[in-house]
């Protein structure tokens, strides 16, 4: 089955990188000229899902208001004959079909999943985690993981290996290695506390495509760690039970949730920008001389 919608669960507080995220969610930090959700989109839209969710809480209607038509910017930039400028604010207005709904209780991750399972149906669907920016000029990285949705099981995982003295933060992957980048997963553990519960130094990283039954397990998940719904829990069972795929991405991630992450994209994709890669190269090489 064609996979052809995107969850994308952006309704966190951003406590990592308060006091910034006080009254701008994290979601719309800017790198360089276009706010981190943008990114996002934009790879759903490249790796061909033209229907998408977002999923946000209280306080960040700015998210909508970026993706919807602005008449008064429009109008100005016309009369002004800012046509490069206005064709970039009407091609946001026009990347997908995008719909919004609001996670009224922090549950969780798994909690704001299920708010998605009106949206999704009975089709399976990617998800797309708001704070991670994944830079990849191959292959969108969410591509990459429909590319090779049902497999070898019932869902495929974005991973990436982290460093072992970090691995408590992040959930910890059981894989075999089936062919180049691509591992079976057959268990997982959130976030785990010690050595013995570590099951490999793969984690999920901001991506999966997952079938529709997971809202069903969702349903009768309990609070885990944290005393949150945690999706990782849920996928346990599938993994457990039916296996899953598991794709080490190709392209370099950014932690929009993390103030180093922030300033590394800043600084790569600065670097890469038609405007400032120049300009920006300079810079650094004069402040390298004073470090």
């Known amino acids: 089955m064609k996979i052809r919608k995107a969850v994308i669960p952006a309704a966190g507080f951003?406590?990592?990188?308060?006091?910034?995220?006080?009254?701008?969610?994290?979601?719309?930090?800017?790198?360089?000229?276009?706010?981190?959700?943008?990114?996002?989109?934009?790879?759903?839209?490249?790796?061909?899902?033209?229907?998408?969710?977002?999923?946000?809480?209280?306080?960040?209607?700015?998210?909508?208001?970026?993706?919807?038509?602005s008449p008064e910017l429009e109008s100005s930039l016309?009369?002004?004959?800012?046509?490069?400028?206005?064709?970039?604010?009407?091609?946001?207005?026009?990347?997908?079909d995008i719909t919004f709904i609001r996670q009224k209780e922090m549950k969780g991750l798994g909690h704001a999943i299920l708010r998605a399972r009106a949206f999704v149906g009975d089709e399976p669907f990617a998800i797309l985690?708001?704070?991670?920016?994944?830079?990849?000029?191959?292959?969108?990285?969410?591509?990459?993981?429909i590319d090779a949705y049902g497999e070898y099981g019932e869902g495929v995982l974005g991973v990436k290996k982290v460093p072992e003295s970090e691995i408590h933060k992040y959930g910890s992957l059981?894989?075999?290695?089936?062919?180049?980048?691509?591992?079976?997963?057959?268990?997982?553990?959130?976030?785990?506390?010690?050595?013995?519960?570590v099951l490999s130094l793969?984690?999920?990283?901001?991506?999966?495509?997952?079938?529709?039954?997971?809202?069903?397990?969702?349903?009768?998940?309990?609070?885990?760690?944290?005393?949150?719904?945690?999706?990782?829990?849920?996928?346990?069972?599938?993994?457990?039970?039916?296996?899953?795929?598991?794709?080490?991405?190709?392209g370099k991630r950014f932690d929009m949730g993390n103030k180093f992450g922030v300033l590394q994209a800043n600084i790569e994709m600065g670097l890469k920008h038609p405007e400032t890669k120049a300009q920006l190269k300079e810079y650094i090489k004069n402040l390298a001389e004073t470090l």
Not at 78 to 96: C, H, T, Y
Not at 221 to 247: F, S
């Open 129 to 145: 985690f708001g704070d991670g920016v994944i830079d990849s000029e191959e292959k969108p990285a969410i591509k990459q993981l």
């Open 202 to 250: 793969y984690s999920i990283t901001d991506r999966v495509v997952l079938p529709a039954s997971i809202f069903d397990i969702l349903e009768r998940t309990k609070p885990g760690a944290g005393g949150e719904i945690q999706l990782t829990d849920a996928m346990r069972e599938i993994a457990v039970t039916k296996g899953m795929t598991a794709v080490e991405m190709t």
């Open 78 to 96: 016309e009369k002004s004959g800012k046509n490069d400028f206005l064709k970039q604010v009407r091609d946001i207005a026009n990347l997908a």
């Open 14 to 69: 951003g406590t990592r990188v308060l006091p910034a995220t006080k009254a701008m969610p994290k979601e719309m930090f800017p790198i360089v000229d276009k706010p981190t959700i943008q990114y996002i989109v934009e790879e759903a839209v490249a790796a061909g899902l033209d229907q998408i969710l977002i999923i946000t809480n209280r306080g960040k209607g700015i998210m909508e208001d970026h993706f919807d038509f």
């Open 174 to 197: 059981k894989v075999e290695a089936l062919h180049d980048n691509v591992f079976k997963c057959t268990d997982m553990v959130e976030k785990p506390q010690t050595p013995e519960e």
